[in-house]
Each structure stands twice: as structure tokens, then as C-alpha cells.
T-cell receptor
Framework: DARVTQTPRDKVTEMGQEVTMRCQPILGHNTVFWYRQTMMQGLELLAYFRNRAPLDDSGMPKDRFSAEMPDATLATLKIQPSEPRDSAVYFC?????????????????FGEGSRLTVL | KQEVTQIPAALSVPEGENLVLNCSFTDSAIYNLQWFRQDPGKGLTSLLLIQSSQREQTSGRLNASLDKSSGRSTLYIAASQPGDSATYLCAGNSNSGYALNFGKGTSLLVTP
């Protein structure tokens, strides 16, 4: 049963600490997204990759957040240093996008999320 | 940036009722539209995908339609059941990129 896998599921840390979240997309999917969900803002796009190349990271605070995709089976989201306002659920999603225009990713599949609490 | 509005924000109905959830986009040039379901503490589960060449999709008791001229989509749930209680989110992309922009969801409660 193909699914997006995220670790850790829950993370509690203190302000100033580094946090790394990992995502294993569905095998064969070429587009990977990072979203953040809060009660106030809903789901916000942080960054995404297509064929491992970063296409958009405009939703991320650049001074503390970084996203990478070292290989096709792993995407990472790092926060350093973490702050209480970063507390949220972070979701990874993957899909298969083609070369045609307009841009279409096809059906998007989400992981269970990483719940981050920064004290 | 594509802005997505979902109405109503919350809905409570008795079991057996048919219901409609609404979604609207500021940019009517929508290429992919997807409806999701989210249970508390869980990830998003894909329900229906309407691709650029399509106007409607059906799965079981669910039917989603997209009117590109107005930038509006509806999700119709027939014969609602308590197990349908969840938050329903719609999302779409436009020519600005591959990412989906999400509404804030409709929280649905179906009472026995």
C-alpha cells in the first residue's frame, strides 16, 4: 500500500533547538511538497520540489527554515533555531507531474504529518 | 496568489440528509482541483480529483463539480452518515505553479 511516510510524528523541543523533519514520498512520484497547518492560517505551502529541484520556497522564513531533497526517496525540512511560533503540524505530500502546460500534479497524497511543539 | 474560500465553515446535519459544500477561487484559471477529507489528528485523504479537461467526478456517494467560468466547485454528499463527520478541504492550482492552494475547510458533523 503506497503512502507518504513522515518522521517524527510528534516532536517537543525547546526554543532555539534545531528540528529536522523527514519525508519519504511515494515511489515514482516526482513532485514533493511541504505544507504547514495551524488553526489560524490553515494549510500553507512552505516549499516544493520537482524532480528533486526546488521550485518554490517563498512560503518559508528563509533565515531559519531550509528544505532539501538529497535523493528521490527523501525530503527534509529543517528549522534552526526553532521558535514557539513554529509550533504547527507539518505535512509532506507527493504527486506525479508531467511536462505539459498548464502545470498539473495529478492526485496529491499526504503523509500523517509531524506535530511540532516548541516551548 | 490563488485564494480559496470555503463556505460554510461549519455544518451540522442529521443522518440521511443530502448536503453541498462550496469552494470558490479568486483565480478562475484552475487546472487541477482536489477535494480532501481530514479526520482529527490525521493527514489529508484524497476524495476526488478534477483535472483540467474534466468538469465533474463521482465516487460512491460523493460528487464534485467545477465551474471554471465562475471559479467555483461544489462537493455533494448524498445520504450523509455519521462516519462522514470530518473536515473537508478543497484545493486547486493555477498557472502560477504545481502547488495546490487550500481553503480553510468545512467542518461537518453528521448526527445519528
Amino acid at each position: 500500500d503506497a503512502r507518504v511516510t513522515q518522521t517524527p510524528r510528534d516532536k517537543v523541543t525547546e526554543m532555539g533547538q534545531e528540528v529536522t523533519m523527514r519525508c519519504q514520498p511515494i515511489l515514482g512520484h516526482n513532485t514533493v511538497f511541504w505544507y504547514r497547518q495551524t488553526m489560524m492560517q490553515g494549510l500553507e505551502l512552505l516549499a516544493y520540489f520537482r524532480n528533486r529541484a526546488p521550485l518554490d520556497d517563498s512560503g518559508m522564513p528563509k533565515d531559519r527554515f531550509s528544505a532539501e531533497m538529497p535523493d528521490a526517496t527523501l525530503a527534509t525540512l529543517k528549522i534552526q533555531p526553532s521558535e514557539p511560533r513554529d509550533s504547527a503540524v507539518y505535512f509532506c505530500a507527493s504527486g506525479l507531474s508531467g511536462q505539459t502546460w498548464p502545470p498539473q500534479t495529478g492526485e496529491l497524497f499526504f503523509g500523517e504529518g509531524s506535530r511540532l511543539t516548541v516551548l | 496568489k490563488q485564494e480559496v474560500t470555503q463556505i460554510p465553515a461549519a455544518l451540522s446535519v442529521p443522518e440521511g440528509e443530502n448536503l453541498v459544500l462550496n469552494c470558490s477561487f479568486t483565480d478562475s484559471a484552475i487546472y487541477n482541483l482536489q477535494w480532501f477529507r481530514q479526520d482529527p489528528g490525521k493527514g489529508l485523504t484524497s476524495l476526488l480529483l478534477i483535472q483540467s479537461s474534466q468538469r465533474e467526478q463521482t465516487s460512491g456517494r460523493l460528487n464534485a463539480s467545477l465551474d471554471k467560468s465562475s471559479g467555483r466547485s461544489t462537493l455533494y454528499i448524498a445520504a450523509s452518515q455519521p462516519g462522514d463527520s470530518a473536515t473537508y478541504l478543497c484545493a486547486g492550482n493555477s498557472n502560477s505553479g504545481y502547488a495546490l492552494n487550500f481553503g480553510k475547510g468545512t467542518s461537518l458533523l453528521v448526527t445519528p
